[in-house]
């Protein structure tokens, strides 16, 4: 079962910020702007009353949007009546999957460090998860595929792949996604695959969604979600799309987590996804700034960080800072330096975690992440820094 302590970490460090001041880089809550028009469109839709339940599968336009927008992006052909069902977020649509294919006895590999909900996820429905550690390649991180193969057990029921990866802002490449794909397919594995950040991917970065490879289809169920995309992480929008019989596998869980939800953003979260290119390349200019302002603010503070190619967040090796534990420094840093990160073992279940990675987030504005540079800059001149 979940431990009822699993995200006091969060608690913790968000407390910590309000209490000292400091610039909080902790959760990935981004202050960016949302497309004026998808405001104005919700606006309307509350005011005209259409405030009551949604069909349970989402409302037809956004099941039709989905479908559309997963085919002239990646080429993916869905029935929207069958092959769409939309979520209240990314997380109930991974909840309501691991529940509806995983139970006691199953196993649920996961790359490890990995988003907090999957462990839960998995605890929910009694599985247990199985951490496979992503190797430290360079300046990113990278598929080990031999750690992979070892996880795999008769148990092995599912994958949860993440792409783009949170905490690590990795884009898993073709060839290490066809060798996932691979092994998925000889072993009979089903994959879930969360994309929130399939927008968010820079400089030369392409996401490929995993259900693109051959074989990958019918045993592929993908999930998304406006959250990240337009900005809107409060709203709670998601989408899981892949072959009807796992759709609907999902969909009878769902229907008794919440039935349905958003009715008034789901027809404005259509129109928006529509014409998403254009937004997602101007957020993807903001993001890729704002991580570079903060990419400099580590380095001019000692740190270097890895290589961040999509999402929210930089990780850092602590350890020039004199830390060999992320968790202890977290708990300085705002005294240090007046910012709160995450320790990124918060996000680490196996037992090669290396615990003296911090992650920052940089889903701020410009004017906030140029302050937490500074701030950190400052910690090169400060007296006595280094362990304590
Ligand atoms: C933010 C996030 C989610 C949650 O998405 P919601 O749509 O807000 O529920 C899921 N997965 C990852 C990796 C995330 O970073």
Redesign the pocket.
């Known amino acids: 079962m979940p431990r009822a302590n699993e995200t006091s970490i969060f608690t913790e460090m968000t407390e910590l910020a309000h209490r000292t001041g400091a610039v909080n880089l902790g959760q990935?809550v981004p202050d960016l702007a949302a497309p004026p028009q998808l405001l104005a469109d919700v606006a309307d839709a509350v005011l005209a009353g259409r405030n009551q339940y949604p069909p349970a599968a989402g409302h037809p336009a956004l099941r039709a949007a989905v479908a559309e927008h997963q085919r002239t992006h990646y080429g993916l052909a869905l029935d929207p009546a069958t092959e769409v069902l939309v979520?209240?977020?990314?997380?109930?649509?991974?909840a309501a999957a691991c529940l509806a294919l995983t139970g006691p006895g199953d196993e649920i590999l996961a790359f490890d460090p990995c988003?907090d909900?999957y462990p839960a996820d998995a605890g929910l429905s009694g599985a247990s998860l199985v951490a496979v550690p992503l190797a430290v390649a360079g300046d990113g991180f990278a598929l080990d595929l031999d750690a992979l193969r070892a996880a795999l057990t008769p148990r092995s029921r599912l994958l949860l792949l993440?792409s783009p990866?949170?905490p690590t802002g990795k884009v898993f490449m073709p060839d290490e996604l066809a060798a996932i794909a691979e092994l998925c397919v000889a072993h009979g594995l089903t994959v879930v695959t969360?994309e929130?950040?399939e927008h968010l991917v820079y400089d030369g970065a392409r996401h490929l969604p995993i259900a693109t490879l051959p074989g990958m289809r019918e045993r592929t169920l993908t999930?998304?979600?406006?959250?990240?995309t337009f900005s809107v992480?409060g709203w709670?929008?998601?989408w899981v799309s892949g072959p009807a019989e796992l759709v609907a596998a999902v969909a009878s869980v769902k229907q008794w987590l919440t039935y349905a939800s958003g009715a008034p953003y789901q027809e404005a979260i259509a129109r928006a996804l529509g014409t998403v290119d254009a937004w997602a390349a101007e957020l993807r200019a903001t993001l890729t700034a704002g991580r570079d302002l903060l990419a400099a603010g580590l380095g001019a503070a000692g740190l270097t960080p890895y290589r961040a190619d999509a999402?929210?967040f930089l990780q850092a090796d602590v350890r020039p800072w004199g830390f060999g534990d992320g968790l202890r420094l977290c708990r300085q840093l705002p005294e240090l330096a007046g910012v709160v990160a995450i320790p990124t073992s918060a996000f680490q279940r196996g037992a090669d975690a290396a615990p003296w990675l911090v992650r920052f987030s940089f889903c701020r504005r410009h004017e906030v992440l140029a302050e937490a540079a500074d701030r950190l800059a400052a910690l090169a001149d400060a007296p006595g820094r280094g362990p304590a």
Not at 87 to 94: H, I
């Open positions: 990935g979520t209240t977020g990314a997380t109930e649509a991974l988003y909900a993440n990866h949170n969360d929130v950040y999930i998304s979600s406006a959250g990240k992480t709670k929008v998601g999402g929210y």
